[in-house]
């Protein structure tokens, strides 16, 4: 097993990172554990603007960047440890959030804090959610990756976020900030967040052998090259915003699915399909699928078929997807 304890605080160098990391590093387990400034990192899938408040943002200084795994928006700052493991794919991770988490949860009991595994992709402790985790596959590789609450500034979280309607109603709550707790707060500990991180990174090492490894100065050369290409990109953070005539969601257990669709002479001249949903595949196949087909029931089955749809939006069924585009 490979760790790198990444120095850097810029999110769109980290994500750029752990990208490269996943597409490069081969045959070893990986472990990355790392910070970032303020920043709110979206999901692969969503509308920028329909999950930050955007005003807010901006006046607070705060990074919007997105990753290529599914999920929903979460919050970083300098209070906030993420990590990330890298390793081979096989049938039946993707989704299996307690196998990748279970390491991070015996950490934490380390420290003397109850945490489990609970929901679709949370740690929780004391009932409050204290981590969210979020999986993608590539080229034979699985990467699993979450937030550990520490000591984040819970006021910025619940300004700079826009919590759907819906999903404040399915939880039962009022706001984002009463569902999640720091775990400084809830272990009643006096550690800093840095020596919380250098904690877990020992851990790693101690009881999972875990060699420190770092990028050759070339390596780093390709990763600031994929930091500018990509994740400094405006087109790449925020261009997913379409305006579409035809607008329908919906919450399901296993996430929430926008649909954005414009028609044109009873075809479907562009879709865009949107949330804070997980798949394996890329959702934009489906969209590639659906346009020019006609907005009729019958010939949208027809085309969608042809797909295992859970392998783009984990969970859903034809039924699903067909009621929620009609």
Not at 235 to 253: G, H, M, Q, V, W
Not at 284 to 311: G, M
């Amino acid at each position: 097993m490979k760790i790198i304890l990444n120095e850097s605080t810029s999110p769109q160098f980290n994500l750029a990172l752990e990208e490269y990391a996943l597409l490069n590093l081969k045959n070893d387990d990986v472990v990355i554990l790392w910070r970032n400034d303020k920043s709110v990192i979206i999901g692969n899938n969503q509308n920028a603007y329909s999950e930050i408040n955007l005003d807010f943002v901006e006046k607070a200084g705060i990074s919007v960047v997105r990753r290529i795994t599914g999920g929903g928006a979460v919050f970083h700052d300098l209070g906030n440890i993420n990590f990330s493991f890298i390793t081979d794919y096989k049938e039946g991770d993707f989704g299996d959030y307690k196998k990748l988490s279970t390491p991070v949860v015996d950490y934490l009991k380390t420290l003397g804090i109850d945490a489990e595994v609970s929901g679709r992709n949370d740690i929780l402790a004391c009932d409050k959610k204290i981590s969210g985790n979020a999986q993608c596959v590539k080229n034979g590789r699985i990467l699993h990756h979450g937030t550990l609450l520490y000591s984040a500034d819970l006021s910025l979280l619940s300004g700079a976020l826009k919590p759907k309607n819906e999903k404040m109603q399915s939880k039962g709550i009022k706001s984002v900030k009463s569902r999640v707790g720091s775990i400084k707060e809830i272990g009643n500990l006096s550690l800093s967040a840095d020596e919380f991180l250098k904690g877990l990174y020992t851990y790693f090492v101690e009881k999972n052998s875990a060699k420190a490894y770092s990028f050759s100065p070339n390596q780093i050369e390709e990763i600031k090259t994929l930091c500018e290409d990509k994740y400094n990109k405006w087109e790449y953070n925020f261009a997913l915003s379409p305006k579409c005539s035809i607008n329908t969601s919906k919450r399901f257990d296993f996430g929430s699915v926008e649909l954005c669709l414009n028609v044109e002479n009873g075809k479907i001249s562009e879709i865009f399909i949107l949330g804070d949903f997980f798949g394996i595949k890329n959702i934009n196949e489906l969209e590639r699928a659906l346009t020019r087909i006609k907005y009729q029931k019958k010939e949208l089955k027809a085309a969608l078929s042809a797909f295992n749809l859970s392998d783009y939006i984990s969970g859903i069924t034809l039924e699903e997807l067909l009621n929620l585009i009609i």
